[in-house]
């Protein structure tokens, strides 16, 4: 049987080909995918080429949050005509195709109503969950920020409000982004390459700086400010992919007196039971949170190199650039 895939060619494009499906073997699924979404690791491989296999790359990868029907199941907690999200982790990860044949350890069952392209936000948002879940903070009165407001620095202001924050702070250097931001929970919204950021965030906290920060963008200058927005005795989360393989810069200076505590997180898809995506799921079916504003463009795996260097770019306000396999 053949399909639609998306195949990495060279460093920064991506084409659309036909290839063979892989039937399932033992414990896995062949799901025929609805809709695929663009993540920000996805754009280090394809764009940056950090940790890049050998060229050309399998068709499908390296796209990891996908959602679709169950069309041949070897496991017996799936059958045919099943929806699900999917959250493969590498070297798992085809999502850019139109069939995808996974572990069924990495999907997730859903219910039969609701729009995929909001269903498909769960993949992110249950990596924001889970990064919160796994260094739990008291975050009632206190104030908050988080740099960068792609998808997941969205759902991290959404999620830091829910939780209590009496204040959350964001920066990005989209005013589209920033827009959307406000909706999410955001109190200030700060221009990354126009505001000051830093003299902002001190007037905003009253000199002293954040109690909690979240740096959800990865280059070099992000990660050696962040140490300077927040309070002594803080905590922040590293969630951010470098832009780089390298070493990267901090100042260990102002970290050390400042005893600040900071933790990276990784391997949500390796979760027992999958819990943060099905809390995920769950916030996003029974409406507590509105993703619509967050789905900006709908591209078919036709245009997949197009779609992915709109994401990269950020061209025409792009926030969540997603791929759709219906054939239209």
Do not use: W
């Not at 008291?138 to 830091?160: E, H, I, N, P, T």
């Amino acid at each position: 049987m053949k399909m639609r895939a998306a195949r990495m060619v060279e460093l920064g494009r991506m084409v659309c080909e036909e290839a063979e499906v892989r039937l399932p073997g033992e414990g896995e699924l062949l799901v025929r995918n609805d809709m695929a979404s663009i993540c920000g690791s996805d754009l280090h491989q394809v764009m940056m080429g950090i940790a890049l296999p050998e060229f050309p790359q399998a068709h499908g990868y390296p796209g990891h949050e996908g959602i679709g029907v169950v069309a041949e199941s070897r496991d017996e907690r799936f059958q045919p005509g099943d929806r699900v999200l999917t959250v493969p982790q590498p070297p798992a990860s085809y999502c850019f195709a139109e069939y995808q044949t996974l572990p069924a350890d990495f999907c997730v069952d859903l219910p039969q109503d609701g729009a995929s392209a909001h269903l498909l936000m769960a993949q992110q948002l249950g990596t924001v969950i889970f990064a919160l879940r796994r260094h739990p903070v008291d975050l009632v009165g206190k104030s908050a920020m988080v740099m960068g407001q792609g998808s997941a620095g969205l759902f991290f202001a959404y999620l830091l409000k829910r939780a209590g924050a009496v204040q959350v702070i964001v920066s990005d250097l989209s005013e589209a982004r920033l827009a959307v931001s406000r909706r999410m929970g955001a109190d200030l919204a700060l221009k990354a390459n126009g505001d000051n950021v830093r003299e902002s965030v001190m007037a905003a906290t009253g000199g002293e700086g954040v109690d909690f920060l979240v740096e959800a963008v990865g280059t070099k200058e992000t990660l050696l400010e962040s140490v300077h927005l927040v309070r002594p005795g803080a905590e922040m989360v590293l969630f951010g992919l470098p832009d780089s393989s390298e070493p990267v810069p901090i100042s260990f200076h102002h970290f050390f007196h400042k005893r600040v505590r900071a933790y990276s997180t990784y391997g949500a898809q390796f979760e027992r039971g999958l819990k943060s995506f099905r809390a995920a799921v769950d916030l996003i079916h029974r409406g507590e949170i509105d993703v619509s504003p967050l789905v900006s463009h709908i591209l078919p795996i036709e245009e997949i190199d197009r779609a992915l260097h709109m994401a990269h770019d950020r061209s025409d306000n792009a926030i969540k650039v997603s791929l759709r396999f219906d054939g239209a």
